[in-house]
């Protein structure tokens, strides 16, 4: 995947979660381009799903004005923690 994306071979790619979360300072994925994870939503409610739709479409919205995104919404910024991410998880040594 890591590659593909890479090379320009594969335009994009979006996914549910990293194994194992939060994944290690030299996962691959953490620095990979065009890439976009997703939270788990199955078994929520409609209501969250709504906003998790909203939320979404704000994060895309900003990517295509080329505005930041707000920092609620990250986890991982250029390979490194930030964000809420920043705040909710710890680096494995």
């Not at 590659?3 to 994009?12: N, P």
């Not at 953490?30 to 890439?35: E, F, G, I, N």
């Not at 409609?46 to 004005?65: D, M, N, P, T, V």
């Not at 995104?69 to 920043?86: H, Q, S, W």
Request: charge should be positive; avoid cysteine.
């Amino acid at each position: 995947m890591v590659r593909a994306l890479q090379s320009g071979r594969l335009a994009g790619y979006a996914g549910d979660v990293w194994f194992p979360q939060p994944a290690p300072a030299d996962h691959p994925w953490r620095t990979m381009p065009h890439h976009g994870m997703t939270p788990h939503i199955s078994g929520s409610s409609l209501s969250a799903q709504a906003r998790y739709a909203a939320g979404i479409r704000e994060i895309l919205e900003s990517f295509f004005s080329g505005t930041p995104n707000r920092d609620e919404y990250l986890i991982v910024d250029g390979g490194k923690l930030a964000g809420t991410g920043a705040h909710s998880y710890a680096i494995r040594g």
